[in-house]
């Protein structure tokens, strides 16, 4: 059996394992508001599923390349209210959420790289397996925004407070093996093969009596982020916050015009 979720987001189940594929046909699979949409529509579909116990999602090509800045709809938003915008800044947080809230165990299978909002989901799920030449990075930071999406205390969980901050605030590439040391990986499986052995993992899970799994997956989530909405509900506005300053603008001019950036604290 296939679902189809907007034009972009592919289901397909087998037994009791699903795989999820975000395909864009461009092999970025950058994250459009659309794009988002679909994963938001899939993983919804999937909650109320009782005949699947595992859920893989994967891309082809990139895992994501993170959100996608020349995405038309999100250009629409420059025209809204305060209110309006604060309202689809939503959509980004609401997909990691709905991916979280799955009762079914949950596995990225990520090949090339994952950015960005890329990564805010892969940290959504509960494991990761990544390709061997493949590469986590969150660039938000470096470029005067702050890493929303409610993504810190999943990244906190994963590989604690220390390694947290190099990684989310200097913006630099994690390497699969640096990834696997830390915590932010499960496993590091050769170039292609991710889809494959996240495959294999699902099938150890789906031997598991279901409503154990469920209530298990549960309770070790509420354990690792009891505080983590508490600490994180903010993050929206705080993104909008520092969407409007100074430095946010001349981070990506540096950006674009490849240059050091000259922040003031404004």
């Known amino acids: 059996m296939t679902d189809v979720f907007g034009d972009c987001v592919s289901l397909k189940v087998d037994g009791t394992i699903a795989t999820v594929t975000l395909d864009r046909g461009d092999g970025r699979n ?152 830390w915590g932010l990986a499960d496993q590091v499986t050769a170039s292609g093969e991710a889809l494959a052995s996240a495959d294999a993992l699902a099938t150890k899970y789906a031997k598991v009596p279901p409503i154990a799994l469920r209530m298990t997956k549960q309770a070790i989530n509420v354990s690792a982020m009891p505080l983590g909405h508490a600490t994180s509900f903010m993050d929206r506005d705080q993104f909008a916050y520092a969407s409007t300053t100074s430095d946010q603008a001349e981070a990506i001019r540096a950006f674009l015009e490849k240059r050091d950036p000259n922040f003031k604290g404004d």
Not at 85 to 101: F, I, V, Y
Not at 138 to 146: A, H, K
């Open 30 to 181: 950058a994250l459009s508001l659309k794009a988002m949409q679909a994963l938001i529509d899939a993983a919804t579909y999937l909650r109320s599923d009782t005949s699947c116990n595992v859920v893989i999602l994967s891309s082809a090509g990139a895992f994501t390349a993170g959100a996608d800045l020349k995405d038309p709809d999100r250009a629409a938003l420059r025209g809204q209210t305060r209110l309006e915008q604060r309202q689809s800044l939503k959509l980004g947080p609401d997909m990691c959420a709905a991916w979280e809230a799955l009762e079914q165990i949950t596995i990225a299978a990520i090949e090339v790289y994952c950015i960005g909002g890329g990564v805010a989901l892969a940290v959504a799920c509960d494991h990761r397996v990544i390709a061997e030449d493949a590469f986590f990075r969150l660039p938000e930071i470096p470029l005067g925004m702050n890493m929303s999406w409610q993504t810190n205390p999943r990244t906190v969980a994963l590989v604690g407070p220390s390694r947290a901050k190099q990684f989310t605030i200097l913006g630099e590439r994690c390497d699969a093996q640096t990834a696997l040391e």
